[in-house]
T-cell receptor, first 113, second 118 residues
Framework: DAMVIQNPRYQVTQFGKPVTLSCSQTLNHNVMYWYQQKSSQAPKLLFHYYDKDFNNEADTPDNFQSRRPNTSFCFLDIRSPGLGDAAMYLC????????????FGPGTRLTVL | AQKITQTQPGMFVQEKEAVTLDCTYDTSDPSYGLFWYKQPSSGEMIFLIYQGSYDQQNATEGRYSLNFQKARKSANLVISASQLGDSAMYFCAMRTNAGGTSYGKLTFGQGTILTVHP
């Protein structure tokens, strides 16, 4: 049973062409996160939501935006992708109570041409 | 500031042998959690094991155990009876219990690539 779903798994976009990555969860978790992971590096947190409360990391570029229309869904919008934005994008969730770990989705691998 | 250090970029182990992956951390927060995640080449981050800073006993989950030495600020992962499917990148991570805008934020180490030889 999939718990954190990311679509698409692979996304190709052109330099400067807006792209949206999506994440959904069946866990009813309060907190949702977006991470960027470049090759052979650790995941880097971009932002997270606690319910509808949005929290942006200080070094997240303005090019990256996020939306969370409801508990289940969260979107990552890249307004003008550059070559340096090619990476794996990981969505994760966590409940406010109970299990301490974050549950990750399978990721979306973004290629920028 | 929180920091996680994994000093082993790569490790090799023979199938069926045990292996230890090192992790040290630094935080001034008295309450924190330590995690290990496995990331195969497919990219998905798979949760392995968790240790809370106030837990008296070392965490174990099947073939995984966490050697928690609080005074030394280390949280090494021990994998017993290695299998070929254990070949992957392994990340150590820490979460401090700061509420509000830093809720549940994870800080990751740089990772260790484990290769299991037949």
């Amino acid at each position: 049973d999939a718990m954190v779903i990311q679509n698409p798994r692979y996304q190709v976009t052109q330099f400067g062409k807006p792209v949206t990555l999506s994440c959904s969860q069946t866990l009813n978790h309060n907190v949702m996160y977006w991470y960027q992971q470049k090759s052979s590096q650790a995941p880097k947190l971009l932002f997270h939501y606690y319910d509808k409360d949005f929290n942006n990391e200080a070094d997240t570029p303005d090019n990256f935006q996020s939306r969370r229309p409801n508990t289940s869904f969260c979107f990552l919008d890249i307004r003008s992708p550059g070559l340096g934005d090619a990476a794996m994008y990981l969505c994760a969730t966590m409940g406010a109570r109970g299990m301490p770990e974050q549950f990750f989705g399978p990721g979306t691998r973004l290629t920028v041409l | 500031a929180q920091k996680i250090t994994q000093t082993q970029p790569g490790m090799f182990v023979q199938e069926k042998e045990a292996v230890t992956l090192d992790c040290t951390y630094d935080t001034s927060d008295p309450s924190y959690g330590l995690f290990w995640y496995k990331q195969p080449s497919s990219g998905e981050m798979i949760f392995l094991i968790y240790q809370g800073s106030y837990d008296q006993q070392n965490a174990t989950e099947g073939r995984y155990s966490l050697n928690f030495q609080k005074a030394r600020k280390s949280a090494n992962l021990v994998i017993s009876a290695s299998q070929l499917g254990d070949s992957a990148m392994y990340f150590c991570a820490m979460r401090t219990n700061a509420g509000g805008t830093s809720y549940g934020k994870l800080t990751f180490g740089q990772g260790t690539i484990l290769t299991v030889h037949p």
